[in-house]
């Protein structure tokens, strides 16, 4: 069975394995397939400046496999949107001790029903809504709009899109609701909390860095 692990600094220790995996498939599903070749690495590994003690991870894991995942990033450090694509963000970029940049969404392809979909946003709402955090912001390319959607989400654009190698794009705020999370939790055919924090104290935030900005 699928459950969706939540990865952090304090218990990283006990998923070095599925960290390793998480790696190796985003460079499978990046690079290899999604043809991000900024991303590519020798060693068949995606790693970027943000895999780093800030970094949580949602690890969808099924029998030890790792079958897709998803990163949260505080936006009070430095991050993609502040450092990458603030031209994306023309009216200021959102950045708050209660707001994380969402990055390196995928599934793999065996799983793509939308089924393990679903428990990967039913997760990211659930995690945030657990940990106080009220919004997140990520960049993506613009079928994301309709597929938000139809997930009950709530998205709030921080400007017009844009050609990012040939891709129209945009950033975006998403709102953390119990009633977004309510909806993609039917969705992904769960009935309550979903979430495994093994090794974690609960809840995280504490342990969330607030960094001046
Ligand atoms: C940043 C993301 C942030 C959220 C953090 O009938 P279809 O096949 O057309 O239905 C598709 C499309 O409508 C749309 N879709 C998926 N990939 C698309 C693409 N590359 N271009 C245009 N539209 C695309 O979603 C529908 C369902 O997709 P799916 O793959 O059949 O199934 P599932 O289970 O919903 O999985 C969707 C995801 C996006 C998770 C999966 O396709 C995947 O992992 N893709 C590779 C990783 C990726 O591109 N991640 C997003 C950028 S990270």
Redesign the pocket.
Known sequence: MTCIHVVTQENRALYEESLQQFHRLRHQ??VE??GWNDLRQSDGLEVDAYDNEHAIYLLAIDAGRVV?G?RLYPTLMPHMISEVFSGLAPRGIPQAADIFE??????VKE????R??CRLLAAMQEFCLEEGISEVT????M??L??WQQAGFKVRPLGLPQMIEGQPCIAAAIEISQASLEYVRKLAGLRGASLIREGLSSPHAQQVPHVAA
């Open positions: 599903i990046f397939e999604r897709g998803q969402w990055t390196r969404y995928f599934v799983r793509r029903t939308g393990t979909d990520a960049v993506v390319e079928w994301w309709p597929r």
